[in-house]
C-alpha cells in the first residue's frame, strides 16, 4: 500500500508585480484594475508514489518546488491540477516555528500543537515530559516562545512532530539550524522511526544524510520531475548537471574577467600614448583566468592553466579513476636557473589535499628562456564527487622567493560513476574480507 500518491499534479501561482506602499495607495486601487500578473508554475505534472515504510528524499536547487510538494500533501495548498493522496496520521516539520503562537509558553504551544494534530489534553501529559527532555528546553519550557531563538524553536518543533506517534513523518530543511549534537539526536530517531516501518518523507541538501537515510529519492529542477529511483544514481544525476551549470558559471566569470583586464589594458596603453610616452612593447602573455590572488616578482610567470583529459582536450569535469593533466604555460621574461613549479589541491570546503612540486617529482629545468608548459599528470584520478580549487605557483630553486603565485585561481568538478564509493574526498583502491567466528 502506498502511503503517498502524487498523479499528474501541478501547482500555479499568480505574481502580481504591482507594488502599493501606502494604507492610502491601496484604498484608492480597490476598484482599479489588478497590475500586471505574471503565471508561476511551481509544480509541472509531477507522479510519484512512496509506499508505506518507505523513506524518500526530495533534492533539487532552491525553488525546484520541493516544499511546495511537501505543503501539497499536509494540504496547506490545493493542485491546480492533478490528484494528491495520503493514507495516515501525517507530522510535519516544514518551517520553524510553525504552529506556534509566538505569546504562549513553551509548554502551552505543545498543547496547542497536540490538539492540532487531534490530540487531547490528557494525551499530550502523557508526552509532555518526553518532549521538553528531548528538546532540551527544562529551564525555558515555561517561556513564551518569542524570547526562543532559532535553535530552541527547531528543537522544540522537532521533539512535538515526531513525539506523536504519526504515520507519515515530513521534514524539511529545518534540521539545518540545529548544532552539531542535536542534529545527530534527531537523525538517530529518524533511522528508529525507519526502523519501526513508519513512512517518512526527507528534504534536504545535505546529500550525504539523504544517501545514508532515505531507501529512494527524486530531483525536482524548476517544478520539473527530473529523475527518480535509488538515492546514488539519483544523486548522481543531481551533481551532474549541478556541475555542468558551474563550469558554464566558471566560464562566464573567466570570460568576464578576460574582457575587463584587457579593457584595462587598453585604458592604460591610451593613457600611455596620450602622455606621449614610449612604452617597450611587452611579450603577449595571457591572463589567468578566475579571481585575482595573485603575488611574485615576475621574472618568470604562469600565462595559462588547463586541465586535459585523456585525449589532450580541455575539460574542467572529470571522472574518479580518469587520467587528468593540468597544463601550466609560462613566459620567461629573463633567463631564469632551475625554477621550481608547484601545484596545490584543495577541495572546496578548505580541505589541503597535496602539493605536489617538481623538485620534489625530481624533475630539473635547468635554465629557462621564453615560453613553454610543464605537465602535472594524474593517470589514474583518485578523487571522489565534489568540486576543487587548485593553486599554481613558480618560485625559485629555494623555493623561498615566489616568481608567480596564482592562489587557489583555478577549479574543476568531479564526479562518480564508475565506482561504487560515493563518500568523502578520496578514493584508496582497497579490499573487504569476511569470516564467520
Given at each position: 500500500?502506498?502511503?503517498?500518491?502524487?498523479?499528474?499534479v501541478?501547482?500555479?501561482?499568480?505574481?502580481?508585480?504591482?507594488?502599493?506602499?501606502?494604507?492610502?495607495?491601496?484604498?484608492?486601487?480597490?476598484?482599479?484594475?489588478?497590475?500586471?500578473?505574471?503565471?508561476?508554475?511551481?509544480?509541472?505534472?509531477?507522479?510519484?508514489?512512496?509506499?508505506?515504510?518507505?523513506?524518500?528524499?526530495l533534492?533539487?536547487?532552491?525553488?525546484?518546488g520541493?516544499s511546495?510538494?511537501?505543503?501539497?500533501?499536509?494540504?496547506?495548498?490545493?493542485?491546480?491540477?492533478?490528484s494528491?493522496?495520503?493514507?495516515?496520521?501525517?507530522s510535519a516539520?516544514?518551517?520553524?516555528?510553525?504552529?506556534?503562537?509566538?505569546?504562549?509558553?513553551?509548554?502551552d504551544?505543545?498543547?496547542?500543537?497536540?490538539?492540532?494534530?487531534?490530540?487531547?489534553?490528557?494525551?499530550?501529559?502523557?508526552?509532555?515530559?518526553?518532549?521538553?527532555?528531548?528538546?532540551?528546553?527544562?529551564?525555558?519550557?515555561?517561556?513564551p516562545?518569542?524570547?526562543?531563538s532559532?535553535?530552541?524553536?527547531?528543537?522544540?518543533g522537532?521533539?512535538?512532530?515526531?513525539?506523536?506517534?504519526p504515520?507519515?513523518?515530513?521534514?524539511?530543511?529545518?534540521?539545518?539550524?540545529?548544532?552539531e549534537?542535536?542534529?545527530?539526536?534527531?537523525?538517530?530517531?529518524?533511522?528508529k522511526?525507519?526502523?519501526e516501518?513508519?513512512?517518512?518523507?526527507?528534504?534536504?541538501?545535505?546529500?550525504?544524510?539523504?544517501r545514508n537515510?532515505?531507501?529512494?529519492?527524486?530531483?525536482?529542477?524548476?517544478?520539473?520531475?527530473?529523475?527518480?529511483?535509488?538515492?546514488?544514481?539519483?544523486?548522481?544525476?543531481?551533481?551532474?548537471q549541478?556541475?555542468?551549470?558551474?563550469?558554464?558559471?566558471?566560464?562566464?566569470?573567466?570570460?568576464?574577467?578576460?574582457?575587463?583586464?584587457e579593457?584595462?589594458?587598453?585604458?592604460?596603453?591610451?593613457?600611455?600614448?596620450r602622455?606621449?610616452?614610449?612604452?617597450?612593447p611587452e611579450?603577449?602573455?595571457?591572463?589567468?583566468?578566475?579571481?585575482?590572488?595573485?603575488?611574485?616578482?615576475?621574472?618568470?610567470e604562469?600565462?595559462r592553466v588547463?586541465?586535459?583529459?585523456?585525449?589532450?582536450?580541455?575539460a574542467?569535469?572529470?571522472?574518479?579513476?580518469?587520467?587528468?593533466?593540468?597544463?601550466?604555460?609560462?613566459?620567461?621574461?629573463?633567463?631564469?636557473?632551475?625554477?621550481?613549479?608547484?601545484?596545490?589541491?584543495?577541495?572546496?570546503?578548505?580541505?589541503h589535499?597535496?602539493?605536489?612540486?617538481?623538485?620534489?617529482?625530481?624533475?630539473?629545468?635547468?635554465?629557462?628562456?621564453?615560453?613553454?608548459?610543464?605537465?602535472?599528470?594524474?593517470?589514474?584520478?583518485?578523487?571522489?564527487?565534489?568540486?576543487?580549487?587548485l593553486?599554481?605557483?613558480?618560485?625559485?630553486?629555494?623555493?623561498?622567493?615566489?616568481?608567480d603565485?596564482?592562489?587557489?585561481?583555478?577549479?574543476?568538478?568531479?564526479?562518480?560513476?564508475?565506482?561504487?564509493?560515493?563518500?568523502?574526498?578520496v578514493?584508496?583502491?582497497a579490499r573487504?574480507?569476511?569470516?564467520?567466528?
Amino acid at each position: 500500500m502506498n502511503s503517498i500518491e502524487f498523479e499528474n499534479v501541478s501547482k500555479q501561482f499568480t505574481l502580481h508585480r504591482e507594488k502599493r506602499n501606502s494604507f492610502q495607495e491601496r484604498m484608492v486601487n480597490l476598484l482599479r484594475p489588478r497590475g500586471e500578473t505574471e503565471k508561476f508554475w511551481a509544480l509541472r505534472d509531477v507522479s510519484f508514489t512512496l509506499p508505506a515504510g518507505e523513506t524518500l528524499g526530495l533534492v533539487g536547487h532552491n525553488g525546484s518546488g520541493k516544499s511546495t510538494t511537501l505543503k501539497l500533501i499536509t494540504r496547506i495548498l490545493e493542485p491546480t491540477s492533478g490528484s494528491v493522496r495520503v493514507r495516515g496520521r501525517v507530522s510535519a516539520l516544514l518551517e520553524l516555528g510553525s504552529g506556534f503562537h509566538p505569546d504562549l509558553t513553551g509548554r502551552d504551544n505543545i498543547y496547542l500543537n497536540g490538539s492540532l494534530l487531534g490530540f487531547g489534553r490528557a494525551d499530550m501529559q502523557r508526552r509532555v515530559d518526553g518532549i521538553i527532555d528531548f528538546a532540551e528546553l527544562g529551564p525555558f519550557i515555561d517561556t513564551p516562545v518569542k524570547h526562543f531563538s532559532s535553535g530552541m524553536y527547531m528543537r522544540l518543533g522537532f521533539a512535538i512532530a515526531t513525539a506523536v506517534d504519526p504515520d507519515i513523518i515530513i521534514t524539511d530543511e529545518v534540521l539545518a539550524v540545529g548544532d552539531e549534537a542535536f542534529q545527530r539526536k534527531c537523525m538517530e530517531r529518524m533511522y528508529k522511526f525507519r526502523q519501526e516501518g513508519r513512512t517518512i518523507l526527507f528534504v534536504s541538501h545535505s546529500l550525504d544524510s539523504v544517501r545514508n537515510l532515505c531507501t529512494s529519492a527524486i530531483w525536482l529542477d524548476h517544478g520539473v520531475l527530473k529523475a527518480a529511483g535509488d538515492p546514488v544514481s539519483t544523486i548522481d544525476a543531481y551533481l551532474r548537471q549541478t556541475n555542468a551549470q558551474e563550469y558554464e558559471r566558471l566560464q562566464r566569470e573567466r570570460l568576464a574577467e578576460r574582457e575587463r583586464l584587457e579593457a584595462e589594458r587598453e585604458q592604460l596603453v591610451a593613457e600611455d600614448e596620450r602622455q606621449s610616452e614610449v612604452l617597450e612593447p611587452e611579450p603577449p602573455t595571457e591572463e589567468p583566468t578566475g579571481p585575482v590572488n595573485r603575488w611574485g616578482s615576475r621574472e618568470i610567470e604562469i600565462t595559462r592553466v588547463m586541465f586535459l583529459d585523456a585525449h589532450g582536450h580541455e575539460a574542467s569535469a572529470f571522472q574518479t579513476g580518469d587520467p587528468l593533466t593540468v597544463r601550466v604555460y609560462y613566459d620567461a621574461h629573463e633567463p631564469v636557473d632551475d625554477p621550481v613549479f608547484g601545484l596545490a589541491l584543495h577541495h572546496a570546503s578548505g580541505f589541503h589535499i597535496n602539493g605536489p612540486n617538481t623538485r620534489f617529482g625530481g624533475l630539473s629545468l635547468g635554465r629557462v628562456r621564453g615560453r613553454g608548459y610543464v605537465d602535472y599528470t594524474i593517470d589514474e584520478l583518485p578523487l571522489l564527487s565534489g568540486s576543487y580549487v587548485l593553486t599554481a605557483a613558480i618560485y625559485d630553486t629555494t623555493m623561498a622567493h615566489p616568481f608567480d603565485h596564482h592562489e587557489r585561481m583555478y577549479s574543476f568538478v568531479v564526479q562518480t560513476s564508475a565506482i561504487a564509493e560515493r563518500w568523502g574526498s578520496v578514493h584508496i583502491p582497497a579490499r573487504w574480507s569476511w569470516k564467520a567466528a
